[in-house]
């Protein structure tokens, strides 16, 4: 099968993946975007019925990297509770926008979520009790057990993630909720996808992405715009440090630092996942040990 363009104008595009490779095909409709970007000024371009594609990050920054402002979101299988609900009715779905800047980029990348699946699994293998306001039971309630969380999911039953904010309207969970629908605005209802409720099997083939690239350029001066970026990131960095705190961060930065050291030093990975991955070659017939040092 390969992705295929089902609507197009000069500013947009529907690409029908056709359950292709999520990576390939969302740097596919990313390209796409970038390339109207640079005609017209601003492209953005939906998929629908692919597979995961991984980082959101990933595909913002590839527009920047052509000084360019971008964005990126995917929507997921239902993982995430609605404000005073029990029943996964949103995805976890990330928001992802990179602008560029000096000496690092501005790169948002969050779940909509107060956690991600992933830091969810991280913590159970651990054998670490998740934070208050985290995640829900099959009853609505925060949950301290993971992989109780965890088994719901599986199952398709009651409980899930709360949305950024947590568990009620007090702590903000109205807010989270309100970004998870953006996303799935921005992907799944504009590509004409399944909407999370209905993304089954993990979201192999059933879920959507949307794209947009910005040519910043058409708000004046690129060389100033990008300078009054790159001076309010700074400002932000050395801005007052609360109490025992000796530095401030900003979007991306974090990433790239850590990103250099891995490069270097390697990275690390947890014995439970070794095990998972030694399994997993050893089912297959792979000699794992080539691999793993």
């Known amino acids: 099968a390969k992705p295929e363009v089902a609507f197009e104008t000069k500013l947009s595009a529907v690409i029908e993946a056709n359950r292709t490779m999520g990576q390939a095909t969302a740097a596919l409709a990313m390209r796409m975007a970038i390339d109207k970007a640079k005609v017209h000024g601003f492209g953005a371009v939906t998929v629908r019925n692919c597979n995961h594609y991984g980082i959101a990050g990933y595909y913002a920054k590839m527009a920047a990297k052509e000084d360019l402002m971008g964005g990126s979101s995917t929507n997921t ?37 107060v956690v991600p699946r ?128 000796d530095r401030i961060y900003t979007h991306g930065e974090k990433e790239m630092e850590s990103m250099r050291d891995k490069q270097v030093n390697g990275i690390p990975v947890s014995e439970k996942t070794v095990e998972e991955l030694v399994n997993i070659g050893r089912d297959m017939g792979m000699k794992y040990g080539d691999y793993l040092h």
Request: negative net charge; proline residues 5%.
């Open 77 to 113: 299988e239902s993982i995430a509770i609605p404000t005073f609900g029990k029943q996964p009715m949103l995805g976890t779905s990330p928001l992802a926008l990179c602008m560029p800047a000096d000496p690092h980029d501005f790169l948002f990348d969050a779940a909509t979520t």
């Open 118 to 245: 992933g830091k969810i699994e991280i913590y159970n293998k651990r054998g670490l009790p998740l934070e208050p306001g985290w995640a829900s039971d099959e009853f609505g309630k925060s949950c301290a057990d993971a992989q109780h969380v965890l088994d719901n999911i599986s199952r398709k039953t009651f409980g899930g993630i709360f949305p950024i904010g947590g568990g009620t309207e007090y702590t903000g969970s109205h807010k989270g909720y309100g970004l998870g629908i953006i996303a799935e605005i921005f992907t799944s209802i504009l590509a004409g996808g399944d909407t999370a409720p209905h993304v089954k099997n993990g979201g192999m083939g059933d879920t959507s992405f949307g794209f947009f690239a910005l040519d910043y350029g058409m708000f004046g001066d690129k060389k100033e715009i990008r300078s009054r970026m790159s001076q309010l990131l700074q400002e932000l960095r050395d801005s007052a440090k609360a109490d025992g705190c």
